[in-house]
T-cell receptor, first 111, second 115 residues
Framework: GENVEQHPSTLSVQEGDSAVIKCTYSDSASNYFPWYKQELGKGSQLIIDIRSNVGEKKDQRIAVTLNKTAKHFSLHITETQPEDSAVYFCAAIPPGGKLIFGQGTELSVKP | GAGVSQSPRYKVAKRGQDVALRCDPISGHVSLFWYQQALGQGPEFLTYFQNEAQLDKSGLPSDRFFAERPEGSVSTLKIQRTQQEDSAVYLC?????????????FGSGTRLTVV
């Protein structure tokens, strides 16, 4: 079955800097890769997703890149702000399968 | 409603007690999922409904766990004879489509503590 590894587990950046979180997956048939932001009391919010027929997707300060050959995908946050501080989870799903999450990255943006 | 609503937000149960966790998905959402998230870990799949049909329950850790969605809207996750290892945040998510490879909307979760 699918297995998702996420790194780093914690990440601290200065406000305005960029943050990058990386994930690898094992099942080459996986075709959908969402990223979730989890904040206390707010649940898990889908922030961006990408499908296997696309190499990169951008939404304002957030971008996701996918390398199908290497089976890894990354979340890029530019011009970080204190409100970006949260736990971020990557996930992968094979066709007809279930969402498999990474272990999470706790991002801390220092003002 | 505007989002996925879960209740209660917090639940403390004595070991051996039965608990019931409720999920109100977004109105009209076909798919509903339950996940279990242990402290410091990513969510792990428990079960999946498409309307009222439970199509996948492969993630339920034991026969003490039972989920239902009788009318294809509200869902209840029941845990019988709770044990300490059941302590976790239980997340519910719903999706507008019957596809599993599509964006889910998660609720805020129910934090269960078994003492």
């Amino acid at each position: 079955g699918e297995n998702v590894e996420q790194h780093p587990s914690t990440l601290s950046v200065q406000e305005g800097d960029s943050a990058v979180i990386k994930c690898t997956y094992s099942d080459s048939a996986s075709n959908y890769f969402p990223w979730y932001k989890q904040e206390l009391g707010k649940g898990s919010q889908l922030i961006i997703d990408i499908r296997s027929n696309v190499g990169e997707k951008k939404d304002q300060r957030i971008a996701v890149t996918l390398n199908k050959t290497a089976k890894h995908f990354s979340l890029h946050i530019t011009e970080t702000q204190p409100e970006d501080s949260a736990v971020y989870f990557c996930a992968a799903i094979p066709p007809g399968g279930k969402l498999i999450f990474g272990q999470g990255t706790e991002l801390s943006v220092k003002p | 409603g505007a989002g996925v609503s879960q209740s209660p937000r917090y639940k403390v149960a004595k070991r051996g007690q039965d608990v019931a966790l409720r999920c109100d998905p977004i109105s009209g959402h076909v798919s509903l999922f339950w996940y279990q998230q242990a402290l410091g870990q990513g969510p792990e799949f428990l079960t999946y409904f498409q309307n009222e049909a439970q199509l996948d329950k492969s993630g339920l850790p034991s026969d003490r766990f039972f989920a239902e969605r009788p009318e294809g809207s509200v869902s209840t996750l029941k845990i019988q004879r709770t044990q300490q290892e059941d302590s976790a945040v239980y997340l519910c998510a719903s999706s507008t489509t019957g596809r599993r490879d599509y964006g889910y909307t998660f609720g805020s979760g129910t934090r269960l503590t078994v003492v």
